[in-house]
């Protein structure tokens, strides 16, 4: 089976093809730019240096979110475009799960997170390939304390850690673990693989996840900003 894997969601634009499980040819890019403008070049090299044809394309899984409203639509837009003219299935994995992914054979807590702004994260909590705690928008400091009860260590992967990794170390100390910065890039060939687990969607059905903070928080970011207005 041939898979073309795309991940626009945040900073990181990275396209992957693999057959029948093995990875043919991937693209990481790890930079600030349009995705707009750089995902179908970058689609159109894969497929020339896999010497493979779009017809010959089997299935196509996408990054849908958490992550940038702008790259999410971009990627999704783009695998819904293609997979309903090349009549192929599409898949939807979280951009959490992918990052996760990468540490599948820990036995650790994993928690995965990008940067939503003004001290909130997207994030949640995985172990092995099972989700743990659901996937939410929410300030990062009160979610670190939430993880001091969770036992043993927990793994910081994103490509935002710099951002936060001060925090992480202040509130949960030595209960943190920041793997090499290798693993902190969510990788399309990742995503692959992770495709070949999910149930094919309704191309119609698929849809973004924004992921919405909860009420109090947004509750709290009204008031904290109605505050400094007066």
């Not at 659901?134 to 935002?160: A, C, H, R, T």
């Not at 992480?168 to 060939?189: M, N, Q, T, Y």
């Not at 693989?193 to 191309?203: G, M, T, Y």
Request: aromatic letters at 6%.
């Amino acid at each position: 089976m041939n898979i073309l894997a795309i991940d626009t969601s945040n900073q990181v634009m990275t396209v992957a093809i693999t057959r029948g499980g093995e990875l043919i040819a991937e693209t990481i890019i790890n930079v600030k730019r349009n995705h707009s403008v750089g995902l179908m070049p970058a689609i159109d090299n894969l497929l020339k240096d896999a010497n493979m044809l779009p017809k010959e394309l089997d299935k196509i899984v996408v990054a849908k979110g958490p992550g940038s409203y702008t790259g999410v639509r971009i990627g999704l837009s783009t695998a819904k475009t293609m997979a309903w003219t090349l009549n192929i299935p599409v898949i939807g994995v979280s951009s959490l799960e992918i990052l996760a992914r990468n540490f599948f054979q820990s036995q650790d807590v994993i928690c995965p997170f990008f940067d939503a702004r003004r001290g909130l994260v997207y994030t949640g909590l995985y172990q092995e390939t099972n989700l743990k705690k659901e996937e939410q928008n929410l300030l990062f400091s009160d979610w670190l304390v939430k993880l001091k009860d969770v036992e043993g260590k927990i793994l910081f992967v994103s490509p935002d850690l710099s951002i936060h990794k001060e925090t992480i170390k202040d509130i949960l100390k030595e209960k943190a673990v920041f793997p090499p910065a290798i693993f902190h890039v969510p990788r399309a060939s990742v995503l692959a693989e992770i495709a070949e687990e999910k149930e094919i969607e309704d191309v119609h059905a698929l849809t973004p996840n924004y992921l919405r903070m909860v009420e109090a928080e947004a509750i709290w970011l009204k008031e904290q900003a109605e505050k400094n207005n007066d």
